[in-house]
């Protein structure tokens, strides 16, 4: 059926796609489209991927990327645009994974953390309780460390000089 009417031309004894047919095409296009739509929009992974993981699902379809600019350069324009739709999807598949790290929903909680506290259940700060507390801290205090030094010509050198006095000349 010569790939839904597509131009085949023989070469040996492979088949090369010259060109395919433009319902091959839309279809491929709208695939990648729904692809990256949902790599970037869509719910992530129920389970967090590992760093690792997703370094090298990325580091493939980096690599797809420069195969397929290889291909392009030396002229296999076809090969070089299955390769770089592969490597699309490819990123696409490394955002996916990655999402489940970094977005509100699909699991980014760690099993270890706890469920987030409903606001419902906490009626929010005792500002009384507050204001007890604050009372405590405003009282006069003496200043810490031994009352001896208080009294010792260097520290009233320095309270001398600290109020405006002349301190040591």
């Given at each position: 059926?010569?790939?839904?009417?597509?131009?085949?031309?023989p070469?040996?004894?492979?088949?090369?796609?010259?060109?395919?047919?433009?319902?091959?095409?839309l279809?491929?296009?709208?695939?990648?489209?729904?692809s990256?739509?949902?790599?970037?929009?869509?719910?992530?992974p129920s389970?967090?991927a590992?760093?690792?993981?997703?370094?090298?699902?990325?580091?493939?379809?980096?690599?797809?990327?420069?195969?397929?600019?290889?291909?392009?350069?030396?002229?296999?324009?076809?090969?070089?645009?299955?390769?770089?739709?592969?490597?699309v999807?490819?990123?696409?598949l490394?955002?996916?994974?990655?999402k489940?790290?970094?977005?509100?929903?699909?699991?980014?909680?760690?099993?270890?953390?706890?469920?987030?506290?409903?606001?419902?259940?906490?009626?929010?700060?005792?500002?009384?309780?507050?204001?007890?507390?604050?009372?405590?801290w405003?009282?006069e205090?003496?200043?810490?460390g031994p009352?001896?030094y208080?009294?010792?010509?260097?520290?009233?050198r320095?309270?001398g000089?600290?109020?405006?006095g002349?301190g040591r000349?």
């Amino acid at each position: 059926m010569a790939i839904l009417t597509g131009d085949l031309q023989p070469v040996g004894d492979w088949l090369l796609v010259a060109s395919l047919p433009l319902l091959v095409k839309l279809i491929l296009a709208v695939g990648l489209i729904v692809s990256i739509g949902l790599a970037f929009f869509g719910r992530g992974p129920s389970r967090p991927a590992s760093r690792r993981l997703v370094a090298a699902v990325a580091g493939g379809g980096m690599i797809g990327y420069l195969v397929g600019l290889h291909a392009a350069i030396n002229g296999r324009h076809a090969f070089a645009a299955a390769v770089i739709a592969v490597a699309v999807e490819t990123m696409c598949l490394a955002v996916w994974l990655a999402k489940a790290r970094s977005d509100g929903d699909g699991g980014s909680r760690r099993p270890d953390e706890p469920e987030p506290a409903d606001p419902g259940d906490d009626p929010g700060p005792d500002w009384d309780d507050f204001d007890r507390q604050r009372a405590l801290w405003s009282r006069e205090r003496e200043p810490a460390g031994p009352k001896a030094y208080r009294s010792t010509p260097n520290a009233q050198r320095l309270r001398g000089t600290a109020r405006g006095g002349a301190g040591r000349r």
